[in-house]
């Protein structure tokens, strides 16, 4: 267990050093696409393709972020009325759902990953679709992992 808490935190460091490079060059990107159309009548081809993919990104990670910060939106009608065993139930029953659902979601990202391996298609610069498109796996994955250590932390504390 102590392995996943130390795993969680090396990720978490990795994700806000790739969430600050990732929202950097796609704000140059789509800067440099602005002033390149409006001021020399021209563009980069890839451009708009790379802060697409770019705005995936960045949201899968947040999300990511989101669940180990605990800050994703939550409904806490039941939660502001029953205190003590009540209310860690609720949380449990919560951070249960939450790591259901996102292992649902990454197992249907891995489906989805293949298929597009299949179909061969290309993003670009030849790049196969798939590449970019392994955020979503990964990211659901590590939420799933998160919100599953959080449920576990509850019954231990």
């Known amino acids: ?23 950097t060059v796609m704000i140059l990107m789509a800067f440099s ?18 802060v697409r993919y770019l705005v995936v990104w960045v949201g899968f990670v947040g999300a ?12 806490d009608v ?15 029953i919560s951070h249960f759902s939450s790591a ?8 249907a990202g891995i489906k989805f990953i293949w298929f597009e391996a299949q179909m061969g ?10 590449v970019p498109e392994l955020i979503i796996p990964i990211t659901f994955g590590l939420m799933t992992m998160r919100y599953t250590l959080r449920l576990i932390n509850g019954f231990t504390t």
Not at 5 to 19: A, C, P, T, W
Not at 122 to 130: G, M, R
């Open 1 to 23: 267990m102590k392995f996943l808490y130390f795993l969680d935190q090396r990720i978490s460091r990795l994700e806000q050093i790739l969430i600050v490079a990732l929202l």
């Open 121 to 130: 298609g290309t993003a670009f610069f030849k790049l196969p679709i798939w």
């Open 33 to 50: 696409q602005i002033v390149l159309r409006n001021f020399f009548s021209t563009g980069i081809a890839w451009g708009d393709s790379l």
């Open 64 to 75: 990511a972020i989101a669940a180990k910060e605990d800050k994703h939106i939550t409904i």
């Open 78 to 92: 039941l939660s502001r009325w029953i205190t003590g065993a009540g209310e860690r139930t609720i949380q449990a």
């Open 100 to 107: 259901a659902i996102c292992g649902l979601l990454t197992w």
